[in-house]
């Protein structure tokens, strides 16, 4: 399986090309909502211990390729400051088939919160 | 919840706006292998029933939209030749939160095959 992890500050994308054989593409993304905490919010600070929050995603994505069968998984993370409506992860899996992109994406999303360095903290309000 | 479901012709793609409030975007794509029953391929033609095919697809979001609480579900099924790479649906999820996102996709794909009358099969090999 393919594993390319990156943590980025600024918008986050990925080039539109495909592994050969993938009859499944998941893709999720992380989007900032406008409330935390049930405060309204514009944006929020993401923070990263580098470089092992990029080994942990990485480790999670690989851990996760034995149980589900894939053909590729990208991670994007984005940090610093990220304004709500904005995408702070994105996660894309490719499978041949559906049950194990999705089977990975998500298990991917349960771990990195648990897993990896990486906090957020809502951005000062702007006057 | 917002539905909007369409079948058509040609290329799928979906407009990048967001309803408000969306934490959690999934997006599933189901393309064409290069192989179909053992057999390689360089397309398969989808007939779908129409108008049914489209009711029917609109009421399974309707449906688990009571289960898994949504923003907005949006369907593209495509219908005629598609080419051995290319998407023949896109689902796209949004919701406040992951869970109900992954949740409403891998049940609407689960379903869709099961439930709603398009049919496909392997196109003749251009000699």
Not at 23 to 31: K, L, M, T
Not at 91 to 103: D, N, P
Request: hydrophobic fraction near 45%.
């Amino acid at each position: 399986m393919v594993v390319d992890v990156a943590i980025q500050t600024g918008p986050l994308d990925l080039p539109d090309d495909l592994p050969p054989g993938a009859g499944a593409v998941v893709r999720f993304e992380g989007r900032v909502r406008p409330e935390e905490k049930e405060a309204i919010i514009e944006a929020l600070d993401y923070e990263a211990y580098l470089p092992m929050a990029q080994r942990q995603m990485e480790k999670i994505v690989r851990d996760l390729g034995h149980a589900h069968r894939c053909l590729r998984a990208r991670v994007r993370h984005r940090v610093g400051r990220v304004p709500v409506g904005e995408t702070a992860i994105l996660v894309e899996v490719c499978a041949a088939h559906r049950a194990e992109a999705f089977a990975l994406a998500t298990a991917f999303m349960d771990r990195v919160k648990q897993e990896v360095p990486i906090w957020k903290s809502a951005a000062a309000q702007q006057q």
